[in-house]
């Protein structure tokens, strides 16, 4: 099965196939709350010709119902959330210290009305299933939406989240995601 691009012919973006090697999810060695923590993450959800990128450092990755998986927290009012929702799949991408500049425009400018792509300095790539990453990325997960719910402020056991985090009252939506592909930079 040809990748998309080569499908389509445009010679516009690289298929993360050249530049990376397919990992294990058992066996991602990062350090697993550090990498998330500190390093951050790009949460993208869409197609290639219509997706979104946004800046996350909440979330982490585990094993439930037999799969790897991830969990990520999205705020409804991300312009990334209608992209969430209308799709089956996202990925995560992993970005090297030198990228640090371009997390954080992707972490304060809403694709809403900024082409924060460009202005970040970002090359799309795409996996075979169409997802979309970046050619900057060191690592890269592909994942599959298995399970979302709200978080919901009568469900804190300790008040003390909901009073720092939510006096807005936009409470995150949580996806909990299989991880379907994993991949490093070659
Ligand atoms: C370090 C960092 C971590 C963030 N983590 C999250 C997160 O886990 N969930 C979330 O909803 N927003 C998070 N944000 C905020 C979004 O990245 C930010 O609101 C972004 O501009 C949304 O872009 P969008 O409107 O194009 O989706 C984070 C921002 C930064 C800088």
Known sequence: MPFPEEMSGDGISASIKHTMNALNPK???EKAIGLIADRWML???GTRERFNTMTANWGGMGYLWNKPVVFVF???????FGFMEENETFTLSFLGEEYREALKICGSLSGRD??????AGLTPEFTAQ?????????????????????????????????????????????????????????
């Not at 999205?74 to 990334?80: A, D, E, G, I, L």
């Open 74 to 80: 999205v705020r409804p009012n991300r312009y990334t």
């Open 27 to 29: 066996e991602i060695s």
């Open 130 to 186: 169409g997802n979309v990453t970046f050619a900057q990325a060191d690592m890269v997960l592909e994942c599959r939406k298995l399970y979302t719910d709200m978080i919901r402020p009568e469900r804190f056991l300790d008040p003390s989240p909901d009073t720092k985090w939510y006096s807005d009252g936009t409470y995150h939506k949580i996806y909990i995601a299989e991880i379907t592909g994993a991949w490093k930079r070659k």
């Open 43 to 45: 949460v993208t959800a």
């Open 114 to 119: 900024t082409d924060k792509v460009t202005r």
